[in-house]
């Protein structure tokens, strides 16, 4: 499975971004998807996910209220849509697509956002 995330920039603080993960991957809707972000000098961080069919979905304290993640499995796409964002949101951000053993990683889409 190949993921590819799209959708970052340089955003105002209180501006939005639609992050996009789309997988290659026809089984897509078989995999539980999330997001993690890793700003410079620090360590990779969880910032939400989805289960199976989008019914469950959680967030990172720092993003609840701001950040909502969906998902379209008639399109292989899962999004993370990022509202009222933040200078501290600034970061390389990653998809994850996890069913049983198997893990991928997509390449990361950097987001900026300036003060």
């Known amino acids: 499975v190949q993921l590819q995330a799209s959708g970052g920039g340089l955003v105002q603080a209180g501006g939005s971004l639609r992050l996009s993960c789309a997988a290659s991957a026809r089984t897509f809707s078989s995999f539980a998807v999330g997001w993690f972000r890793q700003a410079p000098g620090k360590e990779r961080e969880f910032v939400a996910a989805?289960?199976?069919?989008?019914?469950?979905?959680y967030y990172a304290d720092s993003v609840k209220g701001r950040f909502t993640i969906s998902r379209d499995d008639a399109k292989n796409t899962v999004y993370l849509q990022m509202s009222s964002l933040e200078p501290d949101d600034t970061a390389v951000y990653f998809c994850?697509?996890?069913?049983?053993?198997?893990?991928?990683w997509g390449q990361g889409t950097q987001v900026t956002v300036s003060s």
């Open positions: 989805i289960g199976l069919n989008g019914d469950s979905t």
């Open positions: 994850k697509a996890e069913a049983g053993w198997h893990v991928y």
